[in-house]
């Protein structure tokens, strides 16, 4: 099957551009001698998992429970779930899991590491533990060294626990407007978890893994001391987002969405049937276009604003031959909220469609 | 099953607000003497569109190919399909349709028209078709009387068309600040639709269906002159996008998002379990809360922001008892965005969980 042959809206992953960027992300790790765990977040599926894991990775990261049961259920045998598991349902469910793969699990809290004792003790298996620590970034994880130690101690304790380490995700990367601003935010985000793995350290805790970096800040954070992994998950595809942010070039960007031109309401007006129903509405203002999609090499076409399932293209002079029928791929701006909504993806190599995969991990928000 | 069964994050329907808003609906249009087709856009489900069908409703709208086959499957007869249908595959699909229902689609080009008939000669079935009619919104739809004669003109000489009537959407009723503004959005609306329909009429065009009129614009459009058909969808659930409007009232809003608190980083600071991937990234300055997501009866409880998976509230002195394991029920802004990332919705009565339905039209953006 060819590019051609695939009815529009449909989100396409250029399998050279993947393996690139599997293979340089790799390179970084190895180079500074850390982990690779990539968060599965990007591409929610078991086949680009496995390409993660071939090229090196140790494991890979995801967010849900829902989602470490399709990629235990595919053979995935070493996952981080980097949320709280909260409530009796997910402490039976994550049970059930532990005794098919290495599971590891982050807490912030003293509830949630007593919850995540009672799935080690239903499976009977203890629960390896990360304690999340916020490095500025203001969501979950422990905000002093202090609650971090009187955690680690509990979770070192338990018979039903086994403390693994710290973790931390600094999202406030994203906002950085300069390689200066990532380079100092990223500092922030490996010094606060080395210094409170340090402090752990020096009380006998055992602490096996000091995980940070996401895809702007990895390559930072993988150089810096004390930092044993890093768990970048954009970089697989790349968007508009880490274009902006310098950490993509854009003619690296894996994952483009094929749309049809499907009105021509006005010679410097097209729209196509693709809207926030297909490219999410992450969108911001960028250098890049609008932010919201991207037809490389096509500065002419202007993806203005969307509804739910239109694309609103404003033209240039050049452009404005556009007619309906016609087809054209976008970078997106956001490549995860774009394989959330797709419940499949066509893998192609050049113009060839090698596979067309099912988005396996898509919606699971539980 | 109760309410307190349900895992969270869970989207919940209350059919008592949801048949209450079904009534109202059909009674503004039974009043003005116009039919009343809903977009099914709203609640992407067979249960729920036969609920307005049986309360009078003269059939439904959908937006995508992909949501009228889900909808014929379920034995929903009578359907506009309100979106430019474009491409050979989409056209066959068409054709395998047409036999089951009674289907209308909207054009707004020639191509668009031909296409459609092409679909009439495959299935020996001739298709019923609007012309969409651009009253302001600036997406889709012929910008003149002169283009909506041409096109009405083929449509109503080709042997595998008939002329149905026009059709407009003004989504810039959704940007309306005042009831004043609403009410002179929708005169445009409705006085641009109805002079084009007049003019067909007089050069003996047949104008069956003259239909406009969202949610916030109905209840003007239902009463002004020349206008036969209402199509608002929203209005079945409501959302804060439309309690911001004026065009639905807070407490009658039908759809929620159950979620659990699953961190507690700060004594002002709680997360809950559904960010964007739940709530969607449709979000807007409003002053009922921050116009993310909503707690009837507790102000104190602000969704500041969201993550993929993490929703951050700022708690006021009140509510800092709010604990881990705790649960909240949050009005969404844009409740379509959040029917589109639900795999399931709970209908409930009172507490109790009446059914499960799969939301089967989701995702369908073919």
Chains 1, 2 share one sequence.
Not at 48 to 60: F, H, L, S, T
Not at 251 to 273: E, F, G, H, N, Q
Not at 311 to 326: F, H, K, N, T, V
Request: charged share 20%; hydrophobic share 45%; aromatic share 4%.
């Amino acid at each position: 099957m060819h590019k051609q042959d695939l009815d529009t809206p449909f989100v396409l992953v250029d399998l050279d551009a993947v393996e690139l960027n599997i293979r340089t992300m790799q390179d970084v790790a190895d180079r500074h001698g850390v982990s690779l765990r990539p968060h599965a977040k990007t591409h929610k599926m078991s086949e680009i998992a496995r390409m993660q894991i071939e090229a090196g990775a140790a494991g890979i990261t995801v967010a849900k429970l829902g989602e470490a049961e399709v990629m235990v259920a595919a053979g995935i045998s070493d996952i981080l779930i980097a949320y709280p598991i909260v409530g009796l349902p997910k402490i039976e469910r994550l049970a059930k899991l532990l005794p098919f793969a290495r599971i590891t699990a982050a807490v912030d809290s003293e509830a949630g590491a007593l919850a995540l004792a009672q799935a080690g003790a239903l499976a009977g298996v203890p629960v390896r533990v990360r304690i999340e620590v916020d490095s500025g970034f203001g969501r979950v994880g422990v905000g002093s060294a202090e609650e971090a130690l009187k955690l680690a101690r509990l979770v070192a304790n338990h018979p039903w626990l086994r403390l693994d380490g710290l973790m931390t995700f600094a999202g406030q990367s994203y906002d950085a407007t300069s390689r200066e601003e990532l380079a100092r935010t990223a500092e922030r985000e490996a010094g606060t978890v080395a210094a409170i793995a340090a402090r752990l350290a020096a009380e006998g805790l055992p602490v096996l893994a000091v995980s940070a970096g996401s895809t702007p800040s990895a390559p930072y954070v993988a150089g810096m001391p004390g930092i044993t992994e890093i768990r970048p998950g954009t970089y697989v595809f790349g968007d508009l987002m880490q274009v902006k942010l310098g950490a993509h070039a854009l003619d690296r960007c894996a994952l483009t969405v094929k749309t049809t031109v499907v009105s021509r309401p006005a010679s410097d007006r097209a729209v196509i049937d693709a809207g926030t129903k297909v490219f999410s509405s992450d969108g911001e203002d960028s250098p890049i276009g609008t932010g919201r999609g991207y037809v490389p090499g096509r500065p002419g076409i202007t993806l203005e604003w969307m509804t739910e399932e239109h694309g609103m293209l404003r033209l240039s002079p050049e452009e404005q031959g556009l007619a309906i029928g016609d087809t054209l791929e976008f970078v997106p701006n956001h490549c995860c909220a774009v394989v959330n909504l797709a419940d499949r993806l066509a893998a192609v190599r050049g113009t060839r469609v090698e596979h067309v995969w099912e988005v396996s991990a898509r919606g699971k928000v539980h």
